[in-house]
C-alpha cells in the first residue's frame, strides 16, 4: 500500500528532529545558547565522528581528502559524483543551522532516495568541509580553496590561531599529514555537480511563500587586517598630549567604515579586535582589528576599502599611530553556474516545488568550488534571517522541506544525464 502524503511527513519530521538532536549539543555553550565550533578543536572532532557514524549507519564508505576534509560516498567513488554537503564548523558564539543544515539535510535526502527506491546511475558524495568560517585560523573556506588550488599549502599551514597554534600543527595533531595539502585535482576531477543547501542568511524568504529558494550569485567579499601601534603608558597619569594611544584610530575608522559604506551598495563590519595588553587601567601598546568588506560589485568593495583606509592612515598620522594594513582574503563575485540552476529550477517545479531565486553576500564553501566545477546552492528560509548569532533560526516544517528540495534536486541529477544541464 502506498504511504499517505500525512505519514510521509511524519516520518521526514521525525527523522529530522531525531538527526538534529545528536548533533545539537555538540559545541553548544549552555549559558548563551550559541555554538563554537572550531575546526580540529575536540567538539570539531566528536563532529566528525559523527559524520562517519551517519555515513556508516547508511553502509557509505568515509574518506577524508588530502586536506581534511570528510566525504561519505553512495556508491564506488568516480568521475560526475553528484556532491553535496557543508560544514560543521560555527563563527563563536554562532547558530545551529549555519553548515550542520546541510549536512543532515544531505543524509536525510539519502535516506528519502534510497526510501523511493532511486537507482542512481552516478555516485553521490556528502562532504564536510573543514574551517568554513575561518573563527580558528582567520581564512573562510579554507578546506575548499585548499582542495581547489584557491589557496597556496604553505600560506594556509602557517596560518595560526589566538594561542600561536598553526594549521601545520593542528592537523598533525588530529593525524591529518600537513605535506599532504594542496590543490587535489583527481578529487575535483570526479564532482560532476556540487549543490550545497544552507540556510538563508537574510529574509528574502521571510518575505514570500516559500521555504525554500536557488542561488544567483554571492557578492564579492574580503578581509583586511588593520594593525595600530602606539605606546602603551598609565592611564591615570599620562597626560591627554602626550599620548599615543592606538584605540583612537581604530574607534574613529568603526565610524568611518560605516559611514562610507552606507553611501555604497557594500557593507562593512569590523567584529574582531585584540587588544594590548588589553588592561583597564593602561594605554594599549597595540590594537589588531579585522574588516569585513561585501558588495554588489568588485568597484564597491574597492571604493569602500580605499576610502576607509584613507580615513585610517589620517587618523592613525593624527594621533601619533603606526599603522599597517594587509588584506588577508579575496572571494571575487560568484555567479552560479546557469544550467544547473536552471536543472534545479526545472525538478522542483516538476516535483510543483516552485523556489525563488535570489542572490547573497554570505561566503560559502559553494562559492569556491564554483570556480571549478558546476555549482548550485538551496537556501531553507529563515523567519527571522538572523545568522551568525545563537538567534538563528529555521523551522522544523522549513527544514523537512529543504531535505525534500534536496532529495528532488539529487535524485534529478543522479539519473539524468548530466551532460545536458550541468555544462
Ligand atoms: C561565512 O558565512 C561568511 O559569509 O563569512
Ligand atoms: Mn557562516
Ligand atoms: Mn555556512
Redesign the pocket.
Given at each position: 500500500m502506498r504511504e499517505s502524503p500525512e505519514s510521509v511527513l511524519t516520518r521526514s519530521r521525525r527523522a529530522f528532529d531525531r538527526t538534529w538532536a545528536e548533533l545539537e549539543p555538540v559545541g553548544r555553550d549552555g549559558r548563551t545558547g550559541g555554538y563554537n565550533r572550531f575546526a580540529w578543536t575536540r567538539v570539531d572532532l566528536e563532529l566528525r565522528e559523527w559524520f562517519v557514524a551517519e555515513a556508516e549507519r547508511r553502509g557509505m564508505g568515509v574518506e577524508v581528502d588530502r586536506n581534511g576534509n570528510q566525504w561519505a560516498w553512495w556508491g564506488s567513488p568516480s568521475d560526475d559524483a553528484i556532491v553535496t554537503g557543508s560544514h560543521l564548523d560555527s563563527v563563536p558564539g554562532g547558530g545551529a543551522f549555519?553548515g550542520p543544515l546541510g549536512v543532515v539535510s544531505a543524509f536525510l535526502a539519502l535516506d528519502t532516495m534510497i526510501a523511493s527506491g532511486v537507482r542512481p546511475s552516478r555516485p553521490l558524495a556528502i562532504v564536510n568541509f573543514f574551517e568554513?568560517?575561518g573563527s580558528r585560523f582567520g581564512l573562510?573556506c579554507l578546506g575548499s580553496r585548499l582542495l581547489t588550488g584557491a589557496v597556496a599549502p604553505e600560506k594556509a599551514l602557517a596560518l595560526a590561531d589566538d594561542d600561536g597554534v598553526t594549521l601545520a600543527e593542528a592537523l598533525a595533531g588530529a593525524g591529518i599529514d600537513p605535506r599532504g595539502l594542496g590543490a587535489d585535482v583527481e578529487a575535483t576531477r570526479r564532482i560532476g555537480a556540487f549543490v550545497e543547501l544552507h540556510v538563508e542568511q537574510g529574509r528574502h524568504l521571510a518575505l514570500g511563500d516559500a521555504p525554500v529558494g536557488v542561488a544567483t550569485s554571492i557578492w564579492p567579499h574580503g578581509r583586511w587586517h588593520l594593525r595600530f601601534d602606539g605606546e602603551g603608558n598609565h592611564a591615570g597619569t599620562t597626560a591627554i598630549a602626550d599620548r599615543r594611544d592606538p584605540m583612537l584610530p581604530f574607534a574613529g575608522v568603526v565610524s568611518a567604515a560605516r559611514a562610507i559604506a552606507a553611501q555604497t551598495d557594500a557593507v562593512t563590519t569590523f567584529g574582531r579586535i585584540r587588544v594590548q595588553p588589553n588592561g583597564t587601567n593602561a594605554i594599549p601598546t597595540r590594537v589588531d582589528a579585522w574588516l569585513d568588506a561585501r558588495g554588489a560589485t568588485r568597484d564597491d568593495v574597492d571604493r569602500v576599502i580605499a576610502a576607509t583606509t584613507a580615513e585610517a592612515e589620517t587618523l592613525a598620522a593624527e594621533h601619533g599611530v603606526r599603522l599597517t594594513i594587509e588584506r588577508e582574503s579575496w572571494t571575487g563575485v560568484v555567479d552560479f553556474d546557469a544550467g544547473l540552476r536552471g536543472r534545479l529550477l526545472g525538478a522542483l517545479a516538476d516535483a510543483g516545488m516552485d523556489s525563488p531565486v535570489m542572490h547573497t553576500a554570505?561566503?560559502?564553501d559553494a562559492g569556491i568550488l564554483a570556480a571549478t566545477v558546476p555549482t548550485a546552492m538551496l537556501f531553507v528560509r529563515n523567519p527571522t534571517g538572523v545568522s551568525?548569532s545563537a538567534l538563528e533560526q529555521a523551522t522544523e516544517a522549513d527544514c523537512v522541506e529543504g531535505v525534500a528540495a534536496l532529495a528532488v534536486v539529487l535524485q534529478d541529477l543522479l539519473t539524468r544525464p548530466l551532460a545536458s544541464a550541468a555544462r
Open positions: 549555519d568554513e568560517e573562510a554570505a561566503g560559502h551568525h
